[in-house]
T-cell receptor, first 113, second 115 residues
Framework: NAGVTQTPKFQVLKTGQSMTLQCAQDMNHEYMSWYRQDPGMGLRLIHY???????DQGEVPNGYNVSRSTTEDFPLRLLSAAPSQTSVYFC????????????FGQGTRLTVV | AQSVTQLDSQVPVFEEAPVELRCNYSSSVSVYLFWYVQYPNQGLQLLLKYLSGSTLVKGINGFEAEFNKSQTSFHLRKPSVHISDTAEYFC?????????????FGKGTKLTVNP
């Protein structure tokens, strides 16, 4: 019962470095999304995907790229990290229906120095 | 587009006291409503959800919520809290419109239960 798996759990980057946050789910969910969580801001949607090959921007997409080559995986790429991207990142998946719950990974705590 | 307002950012209570965490939503169509809980350093997990039918829904750990369409509210309640209920609670909404895959969250309410 793996559910949604995110790696790594913690990461420290220098300004300007790039990295990929990994997200995988084993529930055959069509819909996957990335959120960032900042104090007092709740969860803000970065990017989402409704199936393999289909992605779209959420509320705060700048500085992030995504792709969805398989149903299971939805990686989030930071091309040139900035201190403003210091945050906790959560990946979530759900079946493609508005009345279903989302399942979340354990989060990645990213610090950009 | 839907939106969610959680009216209290922090709620301190004493153990065994009742608690209500308030949530109001905005949407022009029928909605589905969720409450999630986040324990320290963990991801979010579902507490309960309202899809249709009875306006009073029961969730895990003794929590319940009441859907009020006229007041566009979905407040979370527990009659007697425990120390272990200390966590952050998020209200979320999705609807039947295009883009309904999106789950929109409120900013969260930090519940602190003191002995």
């Amino acid at each position: 019962n793996a559910g949604v798996t995110q790696t790594p759990k913690f990461q420290v980057l220098k300004t300007g470095q790039s990295m990929t946050l990994q997200c995988a789910q084993d529930m055959n969910h069509e819909y996957m999304s990335w959120y960032r969580q900042d104090p007092g801001m709740g969860l803000r949607l970065i990017h989402y995907s409704v199936g393999a090959g289909i992605t779209d921007q959420g509320e705060v997409p700048n500085g992030y790229n995504v792709s969805r080559s398989t149903t299971e995986d939805f990686p989030l790429r930071l091309l040139s990290a900035a201190p403003s991207q210091t945050s906790v990142y959560f990946c979530a998946s759900r079946a493609r229906s508005p009345n279903t719950e989302a399942f979340f990974g354990q989060g990645t705590r990213l610090t950009v120095v | 587009a839907q939106s969610v307002t959680q009216l209290d950012s922090q709620v301190p209570v004493f153990e065994e006291a009742p608690v209500e965490l308030r949530c109001n939503y905005s949407s022009s169509v029928s909605v589905y409503l969720f409450w999630y809980v986040q324990y320290p350093n963990q991801g979010l997990q579902l507490l309960l959800k309202y899809l249709s039918g009875s306006t009073l829904v029961k969730g895990i750990n003794g929590f319940e919520a009441e859907f009020n369409k006229s007041q566009t509210s979905f407040h979370l309640r527990k009659p007697s809290v425990h120390i272990s209920d200390t966590a952050e609670y998020f209200c979320a909404v999705s609807d039947n419109q295009g883009g309904s895959e999106k789950l929109v969250f409120g900013k969260g309410t930090k519940l602190t239960v003191n002995p």
